[in-house]
């Protein structure tokens, strides 16, 4: 417990409880042994100041002898003897707790009526004042009024408790609530997801939640996200009017040696094709090599901030991004080019063509589309499971299921009988996590169980492996997300074919780094309107590009088909 909250509770309880009901009186010798007892509480002694609170009520007469009550409830519930937290509940009148005392006593009958499979009586319990709490309890205040308001069917206002909750929360317990809250935004269609985010009063901790829910639908927002204070783009020169404003000195970290080098060469050439693409002012820009480590990162970090740069793309390794978002202070604005294990600190960007991003894309496309009962075939290397287990996770977010899983090996040998037994379950559409040689050789099978009519979209690594239409025309049929520099040209680029035929780095599996890189410049020179404005997105090579609220490029793809075992941008598709 942080010690300015222990040195303002001892002093300051009597008078809190004083305030908090005009029924409660204190006496100047029971107050702080009541305190005191609390204090032990919140130190994690539960057992001990459960103890002590209750021989306090037990040794009081009055008023008082309530909120120790109460409170001796709440202490024996958090040491998990909830039995002996019902009896000392029966004994008091709640009508005469008030201030924090009422609100911990309305806590711990939610939780209470939670653990006993009631959740429609937690907002009933829900009176007093959850500010009179610590930051943990107003969180827990929150989760309870999530789980209870859910059961009742609010699913926007479960949502929007939860979104309370969110700052009290750390680590493992934050992500699983943010996931939460996700899950029941995508319960809501996108009318009354648009309607309700827009009555939202600014400020609403629930506004940035519902506007990424809308950008990863492709919605607009009603008003820009809630960013507080942590963009500054007042050192930059002023934006020009289609929202042009670079940064005055760049840094890119990039493992320009080691093992990732090879891929950090078609991000360096894209990057530097779309800054010298633009004619106008550009800021200096100097490359430090990251090693591929994340030790190499935080040095390269570290010098880039000392040289005076304000602005850093890079680093490119997941575990190079999670170290520089760990430390203790990002002094220096970053647009990561991957999703590291640590989520943006504010002021700080992430952009990846993480293979997530694909399955979410894929599961998206297909529910658009009605399709809710899905076979999945992926692949057995990370980029195929991860694939598969956001398009999963996805799909049971909004309502879908899978049908079945068909896990297969680089030579993905007779799966019939698997893909015969998901049609027979009733199976509407499939989604591919594999590789073009893999998908070559799945097609025929899936044919044979019926799936030739039926909806399938895999993953960009379907591409992986392509190129000789006489070999690909199998994959005919095939949608999947991939960038609109390759199905229909970008702004400020020279065509796919033209690039490739002059650049190694522009060719075969090599451009989607090259169009990656070349975004990551487009949203370094265009970032204050993508941070400032509703209709912030770019055009980029990859797809279309906005901020999530939340520190993170939403890409949606352009999505292509194969015809004629050739992949070209998919009729209708807008992005």
């Known amino acids: 417990m942080p010690l300015h909250r222990l040195r303002w509770l001892a002093p300051g309880l009597?008078?809190?409880?004083?305030?908090?009901?005009?029924?409660?009186?204190?006496?100047?010798?029971?107050?702080?042994?009541?305190?005191?007892?609390?204090v032990q509480l919140e130190q994690g002694q539960a057992r001990e100041a459960a103890q002590r609170l209750e021989a306090l009520a037990n040794a009081t007469k009055g008023s008082q002898r309530n909120a120790l009550l109460a409170d001796a409830a709440f202490a024996w519930h958090e040491a998990g003897d909830d039995a002996r937290a019902r009896t000392l509940v029966a004994q008091l009148d709640p009508r005469k707790v008030g201030g924090a005392s009422r609100a911990r006593l309305s806590l711990l009958q939610a939780e209470l009526a939670l653990a006993a499979q009631q959740p429609a009586g937690v907002q009933a319990a829900l009176v007093g004042d959850p500010a009179t709490l610590?930051?943990?309890?107003?969180?827990?205040?929150?989760?309870?009024?999530?789980?209870?308001l859910e059961a009742t069917g609010d699913t926007f206002g479960a949502a929007a408790a939860r979104a309370r909750a969110d700052a009290g929360l750390a680590g493992e317990a934050r992500d699983g609530n943010r996931r939460e809250i996700e899950r029941l935004l995508s319960k809501l269609d996108d009318a009354t997801l648009s309607s309700r985010a827009a009555a939202l009063p600014a400020g609403d901790p629930l506004y940035n939640f519902a506007g990424r829910a809308l950008v990863r639908r492709g919605l607009p927002l009603p008003r820009p996200f809630e960013r507080g204070e942590n963009w500054d783009f007042a050192q930059r020169a002023p934006a020009a009017a289609d929202g042009y404003r670079p940064?005055?000195?760049?840094?890119?970290?990039?493992?320009?040696?080691?093992?990732?080098?090879?891929?950090a060469g078609p991000v360096r050439d894209g990057l530097l094709a779309g800054y010298y693409a633009e004619s106008r002012a550009r800021p200096p820009i100097t490359f430090y090599d990251t090693t591929g480590t994340p030790a190499g990162a935080l040095a390269a970090y570290a010098k880039a901030v000392a040289d005076g740069n304000d602005f850093v793309i890079g680093p490119l390794g997941r575990d190079d991004v999670g170290a520089v978002f760990a430390q203790p202070e990002v002094r220096v604005s970053t647009l990561a080019l991957n999703r590291g294990n640590v989520a943006p600190p504010p002021g700080n960007i992430a952009f990846s063509l993480a293979p997530e991003d694909d399955g979410i894309a894929a599961a998206d496309y297909l529910l658009a589309r009605e399709h809710r009962n899905v076979l999945v075939i992926g692949g057995s290397d990370e980029n195929g499971r991860r694939?598969?287990?956001?398009?999963?996770?996805r799909l049971g977010e909004r309502g879908g299921k899978v049908a079945s899983v068909v896990s297969v090996s680089e030579q993905p040998g007779d799966v019939s009988a698997q893909l015969a037994q998901a049609a027979a379950a009733g199976a509407d559409s499939v989604f591919l996590a594999v590789r073009g040689p893999q998908a070559r050789a799945l097609v025929p099978q899936l044919a044979m169980a019926g799936f030739a009519s039926r909806t399938r979209v895999a993953g960009s690594q379907l591409v992986s492996g392509t190129g000789k239409a006489s070999e690909d025309v199998v994959l005919d049929g095939i949608v999947f997300p991939g960038e609109a520099w390759a199905a229909r040209g970008v702004a400020g680029l020279p065509s796919h074919s033209q690039a490739a035929e002059m650049l190694p780095t522009a060719r075969g599996g090599a451009a989607r780094l090259f169009a990656?890189?070349?975004?990551?410049?487009?949203?370094?020179?265009?970032?204050?309107?993508?941070?400032?404005?509703?209709?912030?997105?770019?055009?980029?090579?990859t797809g279309t590009l906005r901020l999530d609220g939340f520190g993170n490029v939403v890409r949606q793809p352009q999505w292509s088909i194969f015809s004629g075992g050739v992949a070209v941008p998919l009729a209708g598709s807008g992005h």
């Not at 009597?14 to 609390?38: F, K, N």
């Open 14 to 38: 009597a008078l809190l409880l004083a305030a908090g009901c005009a029924s409660v009186a204190t006496t100047p010798t029971a107050a702080p042994e009541h305190a005191a007892a609390l």
């Open 134 to 148: 610590p930051a943990p309890l107003q969180a827990r205040w929150y989760l309870a009024s999530g789980k209870g």
């Open 247 to 263: 940064p005055r000195k760049l840094a890119v970290l990039l493992p320009l040696s080691g093992q990732l080098a090879t891929a």
């Open 387 to 393: 694939a598969v287990d956001a398009f999963r996770e």
């Open 516 to 541: 990656f890189g070349h975004d990551a410049w487009l949203i370094t020179a265009f970032l204050e309107r993508l941070v400032t404005r509703t209709d912030g997105e770019l055009a980029g090579a």
